[in-house]
C-alpha cells in the first residue's frame, strides 16, 4: 500500500467511526434519554414538543445550546433542567439541532 491509499484509509475509518455516533445514539450516551423522550413528556419535555415550540424561531438553536450546557427552568414548568458539563459545546449544537428536527 502506498502512502496516499494509506491516508485515504484512515480519513475513512475517521468519518465512519463519527457517523457511528448517530445523534439519538449521542443522546443516549450523554444521559439526555434519562429525561426526555422524542414523543412524551417524562421528567423533561417531548423533543417533538420543543421542535414545535421553536418552529421558526431563528436564535433558537444558540438559546437551547446554552440552556443544555448550563441547565435552567421555567419554559416548560417549576422542574429544572441540571447542567450538562458531559457535553461539549459542539455535541449540544448536534443535540440541539437533532431535537429541533423532531416532528
Ligand atoms: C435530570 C433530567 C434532565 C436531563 C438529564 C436532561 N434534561 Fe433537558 N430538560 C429537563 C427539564 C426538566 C426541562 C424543562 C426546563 C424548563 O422548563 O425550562 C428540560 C428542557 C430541555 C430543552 C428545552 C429548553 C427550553 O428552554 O425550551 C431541551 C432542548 C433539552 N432539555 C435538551 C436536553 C439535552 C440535549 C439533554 C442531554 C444533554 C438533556 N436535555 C438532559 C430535564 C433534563
Redesign the pocket.
Known sequence: MNRSMLVAVVAVSALTSQMAMANPDL?KA???M???AVSTKL???A?KD?AA??AGQKDAEG??VA??MKG??????A????A?P??SEAE?HT??KW?LSQK
Do not use: E, R
Request: aromatic share 8%.
Open positions: 443522546a450523554k444521559n439526555c434519562a429525561c426526555h421528567v423533561g419535555p423533543f420543543v415550540k421553536y438559546k437551547l440552556k443544555v435552567g427552568s421555567g419554559t416548560w414548568g422542574i429544572p433542567m441540571p450538562n458531559q457535553v449540544a443535540l440541539v431535537v
